[in-house]
C-alpha cells in the first residue's frame, strides 16, 4: 500500500483531457513538501513531467500541468495523444522519498 | 549531454548477491548530484532505494531491510548498488537516477535493466 494514492487507471479519447490525483497526509504533501510527476513508457527512461508541484522542464509540453493543494496533487494532460499511454507516478516526501501507486493512462 | 545507463546481470539466483552499476557519461559523479537507485517490481510501484550524494554521503529507504549497499567510485565516474541476499521479491526493473537539487526530482534517468531472481 503506497502512502501516496493515486487510482489506478484513468482513460480518454484523443483530443480530451484526463486528471490524475495523488492524495496524500499531513506529512508529506500537506507538510508543503514538493509533489513531482513522471511518466513511464517500457523500454525507456522514465521522464519527469512535472517537478515542484507546477513546474514544467523543458521540453515537455505544456499539455501538461501540475497543481496542490492540502494533502493532495494533480496532474492535467490536455489534448490527449496516443504516446501518452502509458504508466504515470507521483513522488512526494515522508522522512524520505516515497512514489504514489501510479495511474495506467489509456487512451481510447 | 549528462547520460546514465544501468549494467548488471539479468539473473541471479536466490540467496546471492545482485551487482549493478550506473556508469555516468557528460558530468562529474562529484557535481552537486543525489545519484539515486529506484526500482519497480512486476505489477508494482515505484520504490526508492536510496542515495549517494556527490559528496560521499550515501541514504537509504528506511523501509528496507539493510540488505541495500550504495557506494560510488570517483575514479570511474559511476555509482554500484548491491543486494545480498536476494530472492524472487527482489525480481524488478531496477533504475538509476539523478537529481540536481535539494527537492529531490529525478531529471534524468537510464533505461532500467530487468534483474530476475531465480534458480
Known amino acids: 500500500q503506497s502512502v501516496l494514492t493515486q487510482p489506478p487507471s484513468v482513460s480518454g479519447a484523443p483530443g480530451q483531457s484526463v486528471t490524475i490525483s495523488c492524495t496524500g497526509s499531513s506529512s508529506n504533501i500537506g507538510a508543503g513538501f514538493a509533489v513531482h510527476w513522471y511518466r513511464l513508457l517500457p523500454g525507456m527512461a522514465p521522464q519527469l513531467l512535472i517537478y515542484a508541484d507546477d513546474d514544467r522542464p523543458s521540453g515537455v509540453p505544456d499539455r501538461f500541468s501540475g497543481s496542490k493543494s492540502g494533502t493532495s496533487a494533480s496532474l492535467a494532460i490536455t489534448g490527449l495523444q496516443a504516446e501518452d499511454e502509458a504508466d504515470y507516478f507521483c513522488q512526494s516526501y515522508d522522512g524520505h522519498i516515497i512514489f504514489g501507486g501510479g495511474t495506467k493512462l489509456t487512451v481510447l | 549531454q549528462v547520460q546514465l545507463q544501468e549494467s548488471g546481470p539479468g539473473l541471479v539466483k536466490p540467496s546471492e548477491t545482485l551487482s549493478l552499476t550506473c556508469p555516468v557519461s557528460g558530468a562529474s559523479i562529484t557535481e552537486y548530484s543525489f545519484w539515486s537507485w529506484i526500482r519497480r517490481p512486476p505489477g508494482k510501484p515505484l520504490e526508492w532505494l536510496g542515495y549517494v550524494h556527490s559528496s560521499g554521503t550515501t541514504v537509504y529507504n528506511p523501509s528496507l531491510k539493510g540488505r541495500f549497499t550504495i557506494s560510488r567510485d570517483t575514479s570511474k565516474n559511476h555509482f554500484s548498488l548491491k543486494v545480498t541476499s536476494v530472492t524472487a521479491e527482489d525480481t524488478a526493473m531496477y533504475y538509476c537516477?539523478?537529481?540536481?537539487?535539494?527537492?529531490?526530482?529525478?531529471?534524468?534517468w537510464g533505461r532500467g535493466t530487468l534483474v530476475t531472481v531465480a534458480s
Open positions: 537516477a539523478r537529481a540536481i537539487n535539494g527537492a529531490l526530482d529525478f531529471g534524468l
